[in-house]
């Protein structure tokens, strides 16, 4: 679905070059949902962009959907979320969607208000006065509208609600299910681990890991609490494999755990077990278990190189 070799891209800015994205080797299968996770400015929607057509690579080569991003007749075949949707005016939501789906064509009929149903869209109020949850659902139901082959989704869920939210990845999960492909960026893991079959994770412009989702999450790194109906001994959890940052306070139990959690578990249930709590991974520590300190101060810094 989408094949990338040495893309590359930087910014001038003045005399100076920043990079955008640099070196990306990347594939993307067909009928999977490809998460692209990293934090705000770490690369994503240049490389969205660059999919696109939208801006032009300083250097390397992009195919999608087999065909070079510059063919107007790929631009058909997918369905693009931006990350900063912009809508305005007085038309109403509901008059835009028709006539994107007039000018697309492909578009069955009910189909906009079936999504905008499923979405709690409202599609009488003008484009102007949409909050930004309702901007948010227009932007999706016009992605997915003319079920497109490649969908392309830049931090999709910014402004929704919750239940919302899960009735999105409902979606999503529909959209893989009929065998089309989804590229899905984000920088909330928890939303990108539930839908996803594989996950790349970009930092400072470079690509650090493309991973099976089963494999990051036993890669994990996750704080754990444990708290006993008495004392226990430290030396029931000292040594134990991927523990580290141990700390035991009487009755309580305080780590930190990376990969599987078996041998704590374990541990702990040689004792009464009264409370438990499991913090997920932000961001930042998913990127630790890829880069030594080194490494993440060697990608942090500014290249200085021809635009």
């Not at 910014?11 to 080797?25: M, P, Q, V």
């Not at 932007?139 to 999709?156: N, R």
């Not at 040689?270 to 438990?276: G, K, Y």
């Amino acid at each position: 679905m989408v094949s990338t070799e040495g893309l590359t891209k930087y910014y001038r800015s003045g005399r100076r070059a920043r990079r955008g994205l640099e070196d990306l080797d990347l594939e993307i299968r067909a009928g999977e949902v490809f998460g692209y996770l990293g934090p705000n400015g770490a690369g994503k929607t240049t490389t969205i962009r660059l999919l696109l057509d939208i801006i032009r690579p300083t250097r390397g080569t992009a195919r999608v959907l087999g065909a070079d991003p510059r063919d107007h007749r790929v631009r058909a075949r997918i369905g693009y979320l931006p990350g900063e949707l912009a809508l305005e005016g007085r038309e109403r939501a509901g008059d835009y969607l028709a006539f994107l789906a007039r000018m697309r064509g492909g578009v069955r009929l009910g189909r906009i208000t079936e999504l905008a149903e499923r979405l709690e869209a409202d599609l009488s109020v003008s484009m102007g006065r949409l909050s930004k949850g309702n901007r948010q659902k227009i932007g999706l139901i016009q992605a997915f509208m003319h079920e497109p082959d490649f969908l392309i989704l830049d931090e999709p869920t910014g402004g929704l609600d919750p239940l919302v939210q899960q009735e999105f990845l409902s979606m999503v999960r529909e959209v893989r299910s009929s065998g089309r492909t989804v590229l899905m960026s984000s920088h909330v893991l928890a939303e990108v681990e539930d839908v996803s079959d594989r996950v790349g994770i970009v930092r400072d412009g470079r690509l650090v890991a493309v991973e099976d989702v089963g494999a990051l999450r036993e890669k994990a790194v996750r704080r754990v609490e444990f708290h006993f109906d008495a004392e226990v001994p430290r030396e029931a959890f000292e040594g134990l494999p991927g523990v580290r940052d141990l700390r035991v306070t009487g009755a309580a139990v305080r780590c930190t755990i990376d990969g599987r959690p078996d041998a704590l578990i374990k541990a702990a249930a040689r004792f009464t077990v009264v409370h438990m709590a499991s913090a997920e991974p932000d961001l930042e520590e998913i990127f630790l278990t890829y880069y030594s300190d080194e490494e993440g101060r060697h990608a942090r810094h500014r290249v200085e190189e021809p635009a």
